[in-house]
């Protein structure tokens, strides 16, 4: 898979720009004329249909996660049934969207009313000309994690040295860790694992010193125990300041966005959002 910086080529786990949120009015103003009855049609239908990541945990894994419990929320707020729709993540976020959002996948399924864990990044808002992306409801950071004591507290990569490090290598974590200080840290790091919490749980049976991979990963593992610090990754390439993910509709599904984003607007009012990720021992924050 070839890396690159361009936010809406570049594959959606890996994204490497920090989010623009911008208000649900604004993205809406040129799809206000087409405005459809998506809603209607799914109130009639009695079911909505979420699209969700495939191995993508703790937000999905096995039909469980932050973004299944989220999706119930939704189906519950608009009174209708949720008819999940797990699906691999394709070669970029422009393909996702294509196959989940406004076309449907050449394999015959889809496309879902909404597409969960979807960058909220301006370029990639503006290069869509079908898919309406809005709702950001938490912010990702790639991270590292290490047990407090055993090892040195680590504040930039120079304290790696000496250190295994376990890292899935086909990630945004893995590329970075990889290629850092010219290769520098190469021989130490653990790649093996496919991602960031098979590191931490490396790391939590002592067969490593530190863990890497995205913040959500980590947390749901480690779960906040006191022993373990997770930071965010000391590289000046890194979006130390994270990343939102949001939700995606058709462009012109202006009521359906509308309802979805008073859901999630209610379920940060009332500490849900909080809970379910809670629930999974991750600390939950958006930009």
Do not use: C
């Amino acid at each position: 898979m070839t890396h690159t910086n361009s936010p809406h080529a570049m594959p959606r786990r890996h994204l490497l720009q920090a989010a623009a949120l911008l208000p649900l009015g604004s993205l809406m103003g040129a799809a206000r004329a087409q405005e459809s009855d998506a809603l209607a049609r799914i109130r009639t239908r009695g079911s909505l249909t979420v699209a969700v990541y495939n191995a993508m945990p703790p937000f999905h894994a096995s039909g469980a996660g932050i973004d299944v419990q989220i999706a119930e929320q939704l189906a519950r707020a608009l009174d209708v049934k949720l008819n999940l729709l797990p699906f691999n993540a394709g070669e970029s976020m422009g393909d996702d969207l294509r196959n989940m959002v406004w076309k449907g996948h050449y394999l015959g399924f889809g496309p879902a009313d909404v597409l969960l864990h979807v960058p909220v990044d301006k370029p990639l808002m503006d290069s869509q000309t079908q898919a309406l992306i809005f709702a950001p409801y938490y912010k990702e950071t790639v991270a590292l994690a290490y047990r407090i004591g055993p090892t040195p507290r680590i504040d930039n990569l120079a304290d790696l040295k000496g250190l295994k490090v376990a890292v899935p290598g086909q990630t945004l974590a893995g590329w970075l860790l990889l290629g850092a200080d010219d290769g520098a840290y190469r021989e130490q790091l653990v790649t093996h694992m496919e991602d960031g919490t098979q590191a931490a749980r490396l790391l939590l049976s002592a067969d490593v010193d530190v863990a890497a991979g995205n913040a959500s990963e980590l947390h749901s593992v480690l779960k906040g125990d006191k022993q373990f610090r997770v930071i965010p990754l000391p590289i000046p390439r890194a979006p130390r300041t994270g990343w939102a993910v949001g939700m995606a509709v058709k462009k012109n599904a202006t009521d359906l966005a509308r309802a979805l984003q008073s859901a999630i607007n209610g379920m940060t009012q009332d500490q849900r959002m909080f809970e379910i990720f809670a629930e999974h021992g991750v600390p939950w924050a958006v930009a």
